[in-house]
């Protein structure tokens, strides 16, 4: 089976209800296993992109990092990937700050 080779979506989910959602991952897991397609999600849903990404980028103003869930949770020592973002964007912010950066303020 052949299929795009990249799809986009932007918060797909937003509106969408809980039972909806997981049949939407499961399906998109199943055609991605099949076709090989990369598949950009963006989400502010923290759970969902640590739930449902191989990788992730972090973006604030800037792109911050790209890596995978686990390893910046692992790397942050948090739990949870909201936890982990919240952590590397105060580190973010703090550098900017002693670097004396108008964006630290």
Not at 65 to 83: F, I
């Amino acid at each position: 089976m052949s299929g795009a080779e990249l799809l986009v979506f932007d918060e797909p989910t937003r509106w969408v209800d809980v039972f909806t959602r997981k049949k939407l991952y499961a399906q998109l897991r199943k055609y991605q296993r099949k076709t090989g397609t990369t598949i950009i999600w963006t989400t502010h849903n923290l759970y969902e992109a640590q739930e449902t990404c191989e990788r992730i980028a972090v973006l604030n103003n800037r792109l911050v990092t790209v890596t995978t869930p686990r390893k910046l949770m692992a790397d942050m020592e948090k739990a949870n990937l909201e936890e982990a973002i919240l952590a590397l964007l105060k580190e973010e912010i703090e550098a900017k700050r002693e670097a004396g950066s108008p964006e630290g303020r």
